[in-house]
């Protein structure tokens, strides 16, 4: 398969079609910190992997949920399968039960991402420790559209500990706030569910910025930021 040899290094192969998507997609306006938490659209994602290890494991699956004038909006929402030369392993498709039937009949790598950033647009994404989502998405971007995805995020690990200081000690992990705010997961481990569940705890952080009178993105970028250095200096 032609996306698959720029594992080796060469330059991925897009059609005319596909180049113009990709040129729309990168001269759309881009959202600014000073966007309304009210009215701004959010992408909350999550991905499901052939591993955790950063260095080696690949893109499997995205799953996103949009998040509008402070809910999720019911039919906005993103699931994709990337297909696969080769299946992962048992024990991972035990963990996310993304088959090897399913893996490989998946959606061409090139036309699934840029499926993708059609549904993203220019709008800020979300996800809860962003780094791995963030990574994953990033590496399959350069290898199958060949352009650095760079993009804004919100990482709730760190927005939800500095909107509750006094539970940030004691709730670390994504399962520990999804049970502190009893948000219910109906698949764990399925992109797209995950990205539900998360959108539920990004909405509950929006009720708590509004009381803290934080009405703009760019309030929740410094919250992240802050909370960060406290993590860092603790």
Not at 57 to 63: K, N, R
Not at 70 to 92: C, W, Y
Not at 188 to 191: E, G, L, P, T, V
């Given at each position: 398969?032609?996306?698959?040899?720029?594992?080796?290094?060469?330059?991925?192969?897009?059609?005319?079609?596909?180049?113009?998507?990709?040129?729309?997609?990168?001269?759309?306006?881009?959202?600014?910190?000073?966007?309304?938490?009210?009215s701004a659209r959010f992408v909350v994602v999550d991905v499901e992997t052939s591993g955790l290890i950063l260095?080696?494991?690949?893109?499997?699956?995205?799953?996103?949920?949009a998040v509008k004038d402070?809910?999720?909006?019911?039919?906005?929402?993103?699931?994709?399968?990337?297909?696969?030369?080769?299946?992962?392993?048992?024990?991972?498709i035990l963990i996310h039960g993304i088959g090897g039937s399913a893996q490989t009949g998946?959606?061409?790598?090139?036309?699934?991402?840029?499926?993708?950033?059609?549904?993203?647009?220019?709008?800020?994404?979300?996800?809860?420790?962003?780094?791995?989502?963030?990574?994953m998405i990033?590496?399959?971007m350069r290898q199958f559209l060949g352009f650095d995805f760079r993009h804004p995020w919100l990482d709730l690990a760190y927005a939800v500990p500095a909107l509750n200081p006094e539970q940030s000690r004691k709730r670390r992990a994504l399962d520990d706030w999804q049970n502190h705010f009893r948000i219910q997961n109906y698949a764990?481990?399925?992109?797209l569910a995950d990205a539900h569940s998360t959108a539920q705890l990004f909405l509950v952080a929006l009720?708590?910025?509004?009381?803290?009178?934080?009405?703009?993105?760019?309030?929740?970028?410094?919250?992240?930021?802050?909370?960060?250095?406290?993590?860092?200096?603790?």
């Open positions: 398969m032609k996306w698959f040899t720029n594992l080796f290094g060469r330059k991925p192969e897009l059609s005319p079609e596909q180049e113009s998507r990709l040129a729309a997609w990168q001269a759309l306006p881009a959202i600014g910190p000073g966007a309304e938490l009210e260095a080696r494991d690949h893109l499997i699956a995205i799953g996103a949920v402070g809910r999720i909006v019911v039919g906005d929402s993103f699931e994709v399968v990337l297909q696969q030369q080769t299946a992962s392993g048992k024990e991972n998946g959606m061409p790598p090139q036309e699934a991402l840029l499926a993708f950033l059609s549904y993203l647009g220019k709008d800020p994404l979300v996800a809860f420790h962003v780094m791995f989502d963030e990574t990033r590496r399959a764990r481990h399925n992109a009720r708590q910025a509004r009381q803290q009178r934080i009405t703009r993105y760019k309030g929740l970028m410094e919250l992240e930021k802050a909370q960060r250095w406290v993590n860092w200096e603790g």
